[in-house]
């Protein structure tokens, strides 16, 4: 059974590392939020001071950080902290889930390379429902040799596992989907929106166009219209699942991949402007899926 340094232990972060504790694995943990660590260590994990500490013995690394200069500082470490890179044997594999840039995901993977580490990206999609039930799916971007030791830990927390190609390739693929996601998310709001202002019961609504052409996931899983399906964050507040300020992020990254290849992405861009602007009204903790108050008469 693989042993495994799991470093950031967020919303994400925390139950992934639980499923690998469930499937009988040793996982040592490291945050920087203490309260994170021991909700961990209750379930069965070590715990390291450092995340070099964390990571120097482990046959794989995972780590789940906010943006990618967390994950160059951890991995590259600079003038007065060594890097996981550096501490590492080479035959442990690194797996770095967060959601970066792919030019960050190059420079790690290009070094790892060098020292003769396996480096690969796995951003994952699904949310915090997904991390908890291990039903994640994740996007790779690595060589063969690295996604196929990868199935030993990600087939744990995960239901769906696609090879994107090489390093970078899962980051590039996350924010594609994402932006769609976002797309989706706002057509949905404005359609239901235009529903409800002609009188039209929104529930009733959502169940002619799912099973229409106009049918996409928003609708089928995550209905952004309050009340109308259960146990999604829209029924709950808008608490929990996605936030704002996640979507934002990714849409950044996804326009600068598109300033980049000079890729045309009107509605990617629109999307990026309507959630920067309802985040920037408060609403950057709440799940994206609120963006339907942009359009609603009761905001």
């Known amino acids: 059974m693989a042993t495994v340094a799991f470093i950031g232990l967020g919303n994400m972060g925390g139950s992934m590392a639980a499923n690998l504790i469930k499937a009988g694995m040793t996982v040592t943990v490291f945050d920087l939020n203490p309260v994170a660590v021991e909700a961990l260590t209750s379930q069965g994990a070590l715990s390291a001071k450092t995340a070099c500490g964390a990571a120097a013995s482990a046959d794989v690394v995972i780590t789940m950080l906010p943006a990618s200069k967390h994950v160059l500082g951890l991995y590259l470490g600079d003038a007065n902290n060594k890097g996981l890179l550096e501490v590492v044997s080479k035959q442990t ?18 070094k790892a390379a060098d020292m003769g580490i396996e480096f690969m990206d796995a951003p994952v999609s699904g949310g915090t429902a997904g991390a908890a039930a291990g039903t994640l799916t994740f996007i790779c971007g690595g060589s063969e040799a690295a996604y196929t030791q990868a199935q030993t830990v990600l087939t744990v927390m995960g239901g769906n596992i696609f090879h994107a190609g090489a390093v970078g390739a899962g980051q590039v693929a996350k924010i594609c989907n994402n932006m769609l996601l976002s797309v989706l998310m706002v057509g949905t709001s404005e359609s239901i929106q235009l529903g409800l202002d002609n009188g039209l ?31 999604v964050p829209s029924s709950k507040g808008y608490q929990g699942g996605f936030m704002v300020d996640l979507m934002v992020k990714d849409l950044g990254l996804s326009q600068q991949a598109a300033m980049a290849s000079n890729s045309s992405t009107p509605m990617g861009s629109l999307a990026r402007s309507l959630f920067v602007n309802h985040a920037r009204q408060g609403n950057g903790s709440r799940d994206f899926s609120s963006i339907f108050e942009q359009f609603s008469k009761k905001k």
Request: charged share 25%; proline share 6%.
């Open 93 to 110: 594999l690194l797996i770095d889930c967060s959601t970066i840039d792919a030019d960050s995901a190059r420079i790690v993977g290009s």
């Open 201 to 231: 019961d929104p529930k009733v609504l959502s169940d002619i166009m799912k099973v229409s052409s106009g049918g996409n996931w928003a609708l089928e899983k995550y209905n952004p219209c309050p009340d109308v399906m259960e146990n």
